[in-house]
């Protein structure tokens, strides 16, 4: 079954590292995705994860991918306050409309100055 | 990365009449666009799947006579709201997938209140 779930919440001071976790549960997921969003906005992109790849690194951001348990991490290092925002995990499943992402529940964080 | 334009990205009807909302990709062909509604403080929840030149494919609940789905073109899906009611108040997000980059991108999203 899809289900991908999320905590609600993260607050973290300017400057530290944000760690946002997800669980999913499908296991023939291809693609493991971060998605940011703003207030009344989209979705942007953040970065992703081919489910073979255990960790990858984008600038300030790290994603680390532990297959076994199902569990997925975004870390943002040098947190700033323009990262307030929600941030969704989602992966990818194959269906036979084609491939469709399931979103978890999205992480509020909040940058404290 | 790839661009989706959605418009409006706003709008307020009145109860009963219909809305339509483009999704379109500006720079790429996109022969798969996704439908998503968001309620405030939650996920996005998959309406539909909308292949270019065939029925979008119905996520369970949804009902397709009230969200009608048209992707006549590889860079155009339109979402109609028939007969808006003030419950189907939301934001409604598109996204489209780029097959050569095998990621979706969003639009900016519309907000429709229904009065």
């Known amino acids: 079954g899809e289900d991908v779930e999320q905590s609600l919440f993260l607050s973290v001071r300017e400057g530290d590292s944000s760690v946002i976790n997800c669980t999913y549960t499908?296991?023939?997921?291809?693609?493991l995705y971060w998605y940011k969003q703003e207030p009344g906005a989209g979705l942007q992109l953040l970065t992703y994860i081919f489910s073979n790849m255990d960790m990858k690194q984008d600038q300030r951001l790290t994603v680390l991918l532990n297959k076994k348990d199902k569990h997925l991490s975004l870390r943002i290092a040098d947190t700033q306050t323009g990262d307030s925002a929600i941030y969704f995990c989602?992966?990818?499943?194959?269906?036979?409309?084609?491939?469709?992402?399931?979103f978890g529940g999205g992480t509020r964080v909040l940058v404290k100055p | 990365g790839a661009v989706v334009s959605q418009h409006p990205s706003w709008v307020i009807c009145k109860s009963g009449t219909s809305v339509k909302i483009e999704c379109r990709s500006l720079?790429?062909?996109?022969?798969?666009m996704f439908w998503y509604r968001q309620f405030p403080k939650q996920s996005l929840m998959l309406m539909a799947t909308s292949n270019e030149g065939s029925k979008a494919t119905y996520e369970q609940g949804v009902e397709k006579d009230k969200f009608l789905i048209n992707h006549a073109s590889l860079t155009l899906s339109t979402l109609t709201v028939t007969s808006a009611h003030p419950e189907d108040s939301s934001f409604y997000i598109c996204?489209?997938?780029?097959?050569?980059?095998?990621?979706?991108?969003f639009g900016q999203g519309t907000r429709l209140t229904v009065v």
């Open positions: 989602a992966e990818s499943i194959s269906s036979a409309a084609g491939n469709k992402l399931t």
């Open positions: 996204s489209a997938r780029d097959p050569g980059l095998q990621q979706a991108f």
């Open positions: 720079d790429f062909q996109a022969t798969t």
């Open positions: 499908d296991s023939s997921s291809t693609y």
